[in-house]
């Protein structure tokens, strides 16, 4: 089993920045694509970002050119710089780890997420 903690989520005025980290423990030696996700009061949980194992990234167009996702293999750590924040950013930001190997390592993981909420 893999288990996710996020921290980095702050209350934060419009045009701040943040970095939202997602660190791994347990299974960590199984191959994985991880993601970032939000969901903001009312609404679906929707994509923000993710960086596959072979560290390519994608973005939702609502974070391109303002966020990065990135990777720290020896912290078993993902993080999400994000940049210009705007108000529409608020949500609650949940990683998620989608595993690529077989077996117990084809497990996919949620963690509990972080607090993200941007002030005008």
């Known amino acids: 089993h893999v288990q996710l903690v996020e921290s980095g989520g702050a209350s934060v005025q419009a045009g701040g920045s943040l970095r939202l980290s997602c660190a791994a423990s347990?299974?960590?030696?199984?191959?994985?694509?991880m993601s970032w996700y939000r969901q903001a009061p009312g609404k679906e949980r929707e994509f923000v970002s993710r960086?596959?194992?072979?560290?390519?990234?994608s973005y939702a167009d609502s974070g391109k050119g303002r966020f990065a996702i990135s990777q720290d293999n020896a912290k078993n750590t993902v993080y999400l710089l994000m940049n210009s924040l705007k108000p529409e950013d608020t949500a609650m930001y949940s990683c998620r780890w989608e595993g690529r190997g077989r077996w117990r390592c084809a497990e996919n993981y949620w963690g509990q997420g972080t607090q993200v909420t941007v002030s005008s």
């Open positions: 347990g299974d960590t030696y199984c191959s994985k694509d």
């Open positions: 960086i596959n194992n072979d560290g390519t990234t």
